[in-house]
């Protein structure tokens, strides 16, 4: 049987916008109050999910979350009609008001961890939705974020869905921007790589000094425990502390893998040798393991052009491409590195650039907008059809952000009331198109 690596990107909700939210993200708070534009931000998106389509990716689309989330406002004290919510929070809490308002469910290498049936002992597809319990923001994103992944791949006899880590500081965990899978073929059993910021019950563990390490060794344990991957298909690996405090927020800034490729800058990870030596003894295979120098690109022009958040791909032809956001063009250092890099040999063969500037202010490239499921094509069949990219849905689409979205929105704009009843109706309109049922508690 055939297998794929399907990318379900996150659609762009119609309350993008630059707040500042993110502390360590370097992108979130030098953008931060910045007009943003919610219809470009989907349509540079959409037009993404859809390019992969067209070259023969099985592509998927996951739905935004509701925002303003007002249940969140009203948990937290506010009260009287929703208008009245908006207003109150606005005027006494507007940092509380901004954080239930971001549309960062945009970046679905943080809904959640996923491991294909091919590694976990029950032969299922696990899914378990990240708690994001970092940011004020993100934390209130997982249970909505379960319920969409259910619609999306509902049946039991193929995936299986956890319900997310306790919602601790010992459990941060981010999702699929910490971990990547390397196999040799996708319906292979492969190795799943763990990349934690810091060990979060060892008070003498090294970690970042000045920003947030989001994910600890506790969280990924408890995930590849849960998806029930065995020690020989698992490898724990630390993100280099010193990286993080020049904001590389996620693992998936400075390093990102595909089958048997793991493309990484050199100072990624603690512990680098051993732990390849660990990966290459566990995956019985040829791992090629492609470096970039501090000297060919820096820390900076790693983090400000996002080129390890590139997506690498492997082409219906066996060949692999780097989806890259068009920030790497514009990089001298990084340009010249990535013409470099389709000469030397390497599975990587090409490089295709998309502009997806809505999202990279808020610190969101390519690869933070996709979460990864490999499957087989029975498992293929049984994904909710309605969701799977195609020339109808790509239309269908665009006509619907066409007809709901806004071309500018600031922060000043998130008490608008009007603004929820935007978000509700699109995406009532947006759970009929891609056949959902009723996922979020406004339908409830
Ligand atoms: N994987 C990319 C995630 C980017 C996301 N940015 C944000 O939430 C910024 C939101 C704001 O600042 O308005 C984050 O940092 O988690």
């Known amino acids: ?83 009245e919510v908006l207003n109150q929070a606005a005027k006494h809490a507007p940092a509380l008001l901004n954080a239930c308002c971001s549309a960062s469910s945009m970046w679905t290498a943080n809904a959640a961890t996923v491991s294909p049936s091919a590694d976990t002992r029950d032969g299922k597809v696990h899914f378990t939705p990240a708690n994001l319990v970092d940011k004020l923001h993100r934390s209130i994103e997982p249970i909505t974020t379960g319920n969409i992944l259910k619609a999306t791949f509902k049946d039991e006899r193929f995936f299986k869905h956890h319900q997310h880590l306790p919602e601790h500081a010992s459990f941060g965990d981010e999702g699929a921007a910490n971990h990547t899978r390397l196999c040799n073929d996708y319906g292979h059993s492969g190795v799943e790589l763990f990349v934690y910021g810091q060990e979060a019950t060892n008070p003498n563990a090294i970690k970042p000094t000045k920003f947030p390490a989001r994910q600890t060794l506790e969280a990924s344990q408890a995930v590849a425990r849960l998806h029930q991957l065995d020690d020989e298909s698992s490898v724990f690996i630390q993100q280099n502390p010193h990286v993080i405090d020049q904001g590389v927020f996620h693992n998936d800034v400075i390093s990102v893998g595909n089958q048997n490729v793991l493309f990484y800058h050199e100072q990624a990870f603690l512990n680098t040798d051993a732990k390849f030596e660990e990966i290459r003894r566990k995956m019985n295979a040829d791992v090629h393991f492609v470096k970039v120098s501090t000297e060919q690109v820096s820390i900076n022009d790693a983090v400000k052009s996002y080129l390890f958040n590139t997506q690498i791909i492997t082409l219906p032809n066996g060949d692999m491409a780097i989806i890259a956001p068009t920030n790497c063009q514009e990089n001298p250092a990084v340009f010249a590195y990535l013409n470099e890099l389709v000469t030397l040999g390497t599975p990587i063969k090409q490089v295709q650039y998309y502009d997806v500037k809505q999202s990279m202010q808020n610190g969101g490239g390519p690869a933070c907008l996709r979460l990864r499921v490999a499957m087989s094509e029975l498992e293929v069949s049984a994904v909710n059809q309605h969701t799977l990219m195609n020339d109808a849905l790509f239309n269908k689409l665009n006509v619907w952000v066409d007809k709901h979205y806004r071309d500018s929105l600031e922060v000043k704009d998130l008490a608008d009331p009007q603004l929820i009843i935007e978000s509700r109706t699109a995406l009532d309109e947006l759970t009929q198109i891609l056949k959902l049922g009723s996922v979020y508690q406004f339908q409830k």
Request: hydrophobic letters at 35%; a positive charge.
């Open 1 to 83: 049987m055939k297998h794929f690596e399907a990318n379900f990107d996150g659609l762009v909700g119609p309350t993008h916008n630059y707040a500042g939210l993110s502390f360590g993200n370097v992108a979130s708070y030098s953008n931060a109050a910045q007009a943003s534009n919610p219809k470009s931000a989907a349509k540079q998106g959409l037009k993404k999910a859809k390019s992969l389509a067209d070259l023969g990716m099985i592509q998927g689309v996951l739905a935004p979350q509701e925002r303003p989330d007002l249940y969140s406002l009203r948990r937290m004290g506010f009260s009287g009609s929703d208008a």
